[in-house]
C-alpha cells in the first residue's frame, strides 16, 4: 500500500486503505461479540453440557440452547433434527414410504454449524486412524463412512448431535460416551 513505485492511483490506494480500516474495525466487533458469547457460554449450564458432545464447541452450543428454548416442547430428537433439516425429506403415499435427500428446510445456521463440527469430528477420527493404522469396529462412524461417501456421514452425525442435544436438554442430563438407554454402558 505505501509503496511509492506501485502503478496504483493514489485514490485506489486511499480507497483500499478505507476498506482496510473498515475490515480492521469488523473484525474487532467479531472479537468483542466471540468474547460476549463465550461469556454467556460459560454461565450457562445446559451450554457447558451440549458442549461436551464431540462437534459441539462454545458457538454452537449457545446457539442451540438459544434457539431451542425449552427441549421439552418438542416431542423427541427427531422433530428437532427434522427443525433444522437434518432428515430426509419424505414423499409418500398408499404405504410406500420414498425418502428423498436431506430436505435443508430448516434453520441454516444452526444446521450449517452442527455440519461443520461433525465434518471436524470425521476429519479428526480419519487422522486418527489413519495414526494408528486400525479401524475401530465398535464406532458406527467408521463403518458408515466405509459404506458411504464421506457427505452422508457428516450429515448422519450433525443428526445424531441435533437429537443427543434434544436428549440432554429434555432431560436435564450431561453427555456420555457410552450412554445406553436400557442402563448398561455400549
Known amino acids: 500500500m505505501e509503496?511509492?513505485?506501485?502503478?496504483?492511483?493514489?485514490?485506489?490506494?486511499?480507497?483500499?486503505?478505507?476498506?482496510?480500516?473498515?475490515?480492521?474495525?469488523?473484525?474487532?466487533?467479531v472479537g468483542e461479540v466471540e468474547f460476549q458469547i463465550q461469556q454467556w457460554h460459560r454461565d450457562c449450564t445446559a451450554s457447558r453440557q451440549l458442549a461436551e458432545i464431540p462437534g459441539i464447541g462454545p458457538i454452537t452450543a449457545t446457539a442451540l440452547v438459544a434457539s431451542i428454548g425449552d427441549a421439552k416442547s418438542f416431542e423427541n430428537g427427531r422433530q428437532v433434527a427434522a427443525w433444522l433439516g437434518l432428515v430426509p425429506k419424505q414423499h409418500s403415499s398408499g404405504g410406500k414410504a420414498t425418502l428423498l435427500g436431506i430436505s435443508k428446510r430448516g434453520d441454516t445456521y444452526l444446521r450449517t454449524l452442527l455440519i461443520h463440527g461433525a465434518r471436524a469430528v470425521l476429519f479428526a477420527m480419519q487422522r486418527?486412524?489413519?495414526?494408528?493404522?486400525?479401524?475401530?469396529?465398535?464406532?458406527?462412524?467408521?463403518?458408515?463412512?466405509?459404506?458411504?461417501?464421506?457427505n452422508i456421514a457428516v450429515v448422519a452425525l450433525a443428526n445424531k448431535n441435533a437429537r443427543i442435544a434434544w436428549a440432554l436438554l429434555a432431560h436435564d442430563r450431561t453427555y456420555q460416551v457410552d450412554y445406553s438407554p436400557d442402563g448398561q454402558s455400549a
Do not use: I, Y
Request: charged fraction near 35%; proline fraction near 2%; include cysteine.
Open 3 to 29: 509503496e511509492t513505485s506501485n502503478e496504483l492511483p493514489a485514490t485506489f490506494r486511499q480507497l483500499v486503505g478505507r476498506l482496510l480500516d473498515h475490515l480492521k474495525e469488523l473484525d474487532r466487533q
Open 128 to 150: 486418527k486412524t489413519q495414526k494408528e493404522g486400525k479401524v475401530s469396529q465398535d464406532n458406527w462412524l467408521q463403518r458408515l463412512q466405509q459404506r458411504r461417501c464421506v
